[in-house]
Structures are given as C-alpha cells and as structure tokens.
C-alpha cells in the first residue's frame, strides 16, 4: 500500500554536502508526516529529522544549522539537504513515511521504511 524509495546517497569529503530525496507512493490512503533517520554501525537507529504535511520541522541537536528538512507535498517526496558534514555523520539514512488509512470506521496511521542509503563522510 506504500512505497518508500530513497536516492541521493554517497561519499564525500568532511564539510561537503549532500542531498537525500525520498519518494513515497500510496494507494488508498494519504502521507501525513515524512522523516529521516539513521544508523551508524554498532548504534542504534536515530531521528535526525521529520516533518509534517503541515510544514512543522524537528532536527536532532546534532545535525541543527547543518541539515534542513524540505518536502514536496504534491509528489510526497521529503528532501534532506545536508551542509557541513562531518565524519560522524556516516550512517545508513532511512527514510520513513507515516500512512493515514480511513474508513466508515475511523482513521489509522502506519509507519513505512525505505531501503536506506549509504553516507560516508571520510577524507
């Protein structure tokens, strides 16, 4: 009922930049939230950041004034640019997408998973 594709991943150097594109497509129902998150080898999986259909932005600290969350609601595609990166932001980056699904009997949402999409940032 939902697919979640990310693209955009890559190496670079410490205060590079690079940016992550997720795509979500629905059938019978609407994406509310979208965000990102990430896991590094060893630590578990992180919020970094998530936005709302309404625009509303949460940042992890540590990627604050570095990272800015954008998304396009006609295509349900959230866009994760990222500035200033340091080695320490080397991680698997997620994708998620939150699907809302009504009927006669009230609305649920569930929670979807991209693939996930190597960054490296190394000299």
């Known amino acids: 009922q939902v697919q979640v594709v990310e693209s955009g991943g890559g190496l670079v150097q410490p205060g590079g930049s690079l940016r992550l594109s997720c795509a979500a497509s629905?059938?019978?129902?609407?994406?509310?939230?979208m965000g990102w998150y990430r896991q590094a080898p060893g630590k578990q999986r992180e919020l970094v950041a998530a936005?709302?259909?309404?625009?509303?932005?949460n940042y992890a600290d540590s990627v604050k004034g570095r990272f800015t969350i954008a998304r396009d609601n006609a295509k349900n595609t959230v866009y994760l640019q990222m500035n200033s990166l340091k080695p320490e932001d080397t991680a698997v980056y997620y994708c998620?997408?939150?699907?809302?699904?009504?009927?006669?009997?009230?609305?649920?949402?569930?929670?979807?998973w991209g693939q996930g999409t190597q960054v490296t940032v190394s000299s």
């Open positions: 998620n997408a939150e699907g809302e699904f009504c009927s006669g009997y009230g609305c649920s949402a569930r929670y979807y």
């Open positions: 629905i059938s019978g129902g609407s994406i509310n939230a």
């Open positions: 936005i709302t259909s309404g625009g509303s932005r």
